[in-house]
């Protein structure tokens, strides 16, 4: 597999603590993490495969410095990259917005000639919308802390297997 970047962006530590172990499962020499509070375009670039992360905030919203780093994404070259993404959030309070911040950095890259994977089945959640969901799928990874926390090491051991398979 050729080298991995995750660049992640978590207000109380959820997404950041799930980046770590995503980090960890595809081995810690092929994949290095980056907080979007600090990252450039130009740390994008330098990665075959991407792994874009953001926990969902204020009924819908990315999280505040994934938010402010698109503007980094949107300048950076995404031409024949695979992209996967990945987000916390909380299906049993936020039924209506549940991961959308997922569905907003799908949008935010779908254009840009990357190749999207690590697309889920939403088996095992119980919510009512979300823009996370393209044609009856997860379009990455949704993680549930506060209602989920027991599946979440299983869900990630999964979708690692998966991106193995998926990316270059
Ligand atoms: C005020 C507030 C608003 C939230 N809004 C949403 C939301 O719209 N959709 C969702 O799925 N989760 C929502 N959440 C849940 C967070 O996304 C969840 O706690 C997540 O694990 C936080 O991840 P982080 O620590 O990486 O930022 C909200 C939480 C709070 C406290």
Known sequence: ????????????????????QIQKEL?????KIFDTASA????IEQFSNLIFASSTWNDGDMEEDFEDFLPEISSADLKGKKVAIFGC?????YPDTFVDAIGEIYEAIKEKGCDIVG????????????????????VGLPLDEENQGNLTGDRIKTWVNQLKTEFD
């Open 27 to 31: 081995g810690a020499d092929v994949a």
């Open 119 to 138: 697309m889920v089945p939403t088996d095992g959640y119980d919510f009512e919308e979300s823009k996370a969901v393209v044609d009856e799928k997860f």
């Open 40 to 43: 450039k375009a130009s740390d």
């Open 89 to 93: 959030g909380d299906q049993d309070s």
């Open 1 to 20: 597999m050729k080298n991995i970047g995750i660049f992640y962006g978590s207000l109380t530590g959820n997404t950041e603590s799930a980046a770590k």
